[in-house]
């Protein structure tokens, strides 16, 4: 993620705008790498699958998250054909409803639950629980105790407490955990401070460097019982962060965890069957993104751990991946209606044009958590307007509720026109709120021409149902 400051305003002469805008007399195009497959313009209505955004804005109103089946399918089994022989899991909390966690079902990948409410919406769609995984840095009792009575097949340890807990619920359920060790790595990714996960100072995890990671997985050993039942150690697990597109992260990461994991073969004498490396992996937010495919992501990642493995002779372990982002991040567009455009005088005589929609930070908040950038595009209509470079703004009480912070659009957006926002299909959902009452928005699926509702809207009857006052 890059925390751009833009200095380019409508109005400073000869100012084209900071460098991942696209080229003004450019702006009614859409930039391929971050829409979704199936998406495209006709006659500058952007439409996807068949459907135009005007028909979905009428049917199923604004602002709408709207994703690309066909595409989310398409990377799912993309990660799943590159990383073949390794498991894959679908992280979850990037966006998960019923419907996503049966996709991932049919396609063949795994899923990755991080809260009991994760774990109660897989279950609901039926996914089969030997193909999930529970992550969580304070799982409580009750959450264990439902993934063990619903067979989860890997629960990935966070703290003592935890493995506290899972040896006083086998006991009395009598159900096995198999577990992971999710260790740090003393690795500084790079990404916003934020969403790295691997540095030392933060709360997930146990450290290699200060021998947490291994006395968490001897306390496990020692809790493995010869007859089955209790603990069952499946290996070690690391993610070191979120939105990343350098492989040296990773690389440093593997390399300190097979360390551990050769060390865990020589000291307590088992062999770990299984490593999770997580997930991780960068998409395109503006044209400065450049992400990897998943065949070079498994390249440079299998690269790594076999040449790693070779040198310390040892097997290579079961492998598994974490993506999220991935996956759903560029199936998906907000569809939002312009409500209300305002030029604002700034020092030295330059503007700033703002256009408000209907949605913001409730739908959104990236950009006002991590500083994150998205780019869009007048999506309803053509426009032979001059671009005017704008701020895209939502409709909530706060000045950093900024949706798209520089974007070129025509100068003759108004009230009633679509703004489409590419990107938007990891954790913009999945983070919504209701700040300011505003009920959250729909997520309606587009495949072969038919728009199917996900979920639905939130509606003021839905927040009536919470004030019990
Ligand atoms: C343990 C774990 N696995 C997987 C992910 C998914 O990350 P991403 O969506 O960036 O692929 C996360 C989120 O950062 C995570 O914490
Ligand atoms: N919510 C973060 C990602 C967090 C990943 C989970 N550990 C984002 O929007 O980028």
Redesign the pocket.
């Known amino acids: 993620?890059r925390a751009h400051e833009a200095g380019a305003l409508h109005g400073q002469a000869g100012d084209r705008g900071p460098a991942w805008l696209r080229r003004p007399d450019d702006v009614d195009a859409l930039v391929p790498q971050l829409w979704a497959r199936n998406v495209s313009k006709v006659d500058g209505v952007v439409t996807v699958a068949g459907e135009s955004v005007t028909d979905l804005a009428e049917e199923f109103g604004t602002p709408l998250y709207v994703l690309d089946e066909d595409d989310f399918r398409t990377r799912a089994r993309a990660f799943r054909d590159a990383f073949e022989g390794c498991e894959v899991y679908y992280?979850g909390?990037?966006f998960l409803c019923v419907a996503t966690a049966r996709w991932v079902e049919e396609e063949g990948l795994s899923l990755d639950v991080?809260t009991g409410g994760e774990l109660a919406v897989a279950l609901r769609a039926g996914f089969p629980p030997e193909r999930l995984a529970l992550h969580g840095n304070n799982k409580s009792v009750a959450e264990l105790r439902r993934a063990l009575e619903a067979g989860v097949g890997r629960i990935i340890v966070d703290s003592l407490e935890e493995i506290d807990r899972l040896v006083a619920l086998t006991a009395e359920t009598g159900r096995e955990a198999a577990v992971m060790v999710r260790v740090t790595a003393g690795v500084e990714a790079h990404?916003?401070e934020?969403?790295s996960?691997s540095h030392e100072d933060q709360k997930?995890g146990f450290s290699i460097a200060d021998g947490a990671a291994f006395d968490a997985v001897s306390r496990i050993v020692a809790a493995q019982r010869p007859d089955g039942g209790g603990l069952r150690f499946l290996g070690l697990h690391s993610?070191i962060?979120?939105?990343i597109f350098v492989a040296d992260g990773f690389e440093v990461a593997a390399r300190r965890v097979l360390r551990l994991h050769a060390r865990i073969i020589e000291e307590l004498g088992v062999v770990p069957p299984e490593m999770d490396l997580g997930?991780?992996f960068g998409i395109a937010y503006t044209t400065q993104d450049d992400p990897r495919s998943p065949a070079e992501l498994a390249d440079s990642l299998l690269g790594i751990v076999h040449a790693e493995c070779r040198a310390l002779d040892v097997a290579v372990p079961h492998l598994s991946i974490e993506p999220?982002?991935a996956i759903v991040g560029p199936t998906t567009f907000t569809l939002y209606e312009v409500g209300t455009v305002k030029s604002v005088g700034l020092d030295g005589g330059a503007s700033r044009r703002y256009v408000a929609v209907d949605g913001g930070m409730s739908d959104n908040?990236?950009p006002a958590?991590?500083s994150?950038d998205y780019s869009c595009t007048l999506a309803s209509r053509r426009s032979e307007a001059p671009a005017v470079l704008s701020r895209v703004v939502g409709k909530h009480c706060e000045s950093g509720d900024i949706v798209v912070k520089d974007e070129y659009l025509p100068g003759d957006v108004a009230a009633g026109d679509l703004l489409a926002v590419p990107g938007t299909g990891?954790?913009?959902r999945?983070?919504a709120s209701t700040y300011n009452h505003v009920p959250r928005a729909a997520v309606v699926a587009v495949r072969d021409g038919e728009a199917r509702l996900i979920l639905r809207r939130e509606t003021e009857d839905d927040l009536f149902a919470l004030d019990v006052g």
């Open positions: 993620m992280a909390k990037s991080c990404t916003h934020y969403i996960t997930f993610h962060g979120s939105q997930g991780g999220g982002r908040v990236r958590l991590y994150a990891a954790y913009c999945s983070l």
